[in-house]
């Protein structure tokens, strides 16, 4: 599984992706960086098959009307430490990798992994 995971979301969760094995890019390591237009996100997702990780709401409106990104991953845990973060991921992981085998669009709270259809 690849990941892309989003301006707003820590290195640190790409690097504990890539720890546990996944290709995984921050939008830190592209050429725009942390600027890189979300039009680009779902461009490089759909031609690299990468799940967006995001807390951005606008991925959530491109997907259901243009199935843009390729997979989509919602983090709405609100504010929270990073340290936090990375422990439901780390928790969730497996789950999540399993889960978008047959799904699109998950999302991920504090408490619960929901399956969006």
Do not use: C, W
Not at 53 to 63: A, G, H, M, N, P
């Amino acid at each position: 599984m690849k990941f892309l995971v989003d301006a707003q979301l820590p290195v640190k969760l790409a690097q504990l992706l890539r720890q546990k094995g996944y290709d995984t890019i921050h939008t830190k390591e592209l050429p725009e960086q942390n600027k890189t237009p979300d039009g680009d996100i779902n461009q490089l997702s759909i031609e690299q098959q990468r799940v967006v990780i995001t807390k951005d709401l606008d991925f959530v409106e491109s997907f259901i009307l243009a199935q843009r990104p390729y997979k989509l991953l919602l983090v709405t845990t609100g504010n929270i430490k990073n340290q936090d973060l990375i422990a439901i991921f780390d928790e969730n992981i497996d789950n999540l990798v399993t889960y978008f085998e047959h799904n699109s669009y998950i999302e991920i709270n504090r408490n619960n992994i929901i399956i969006h259809s």
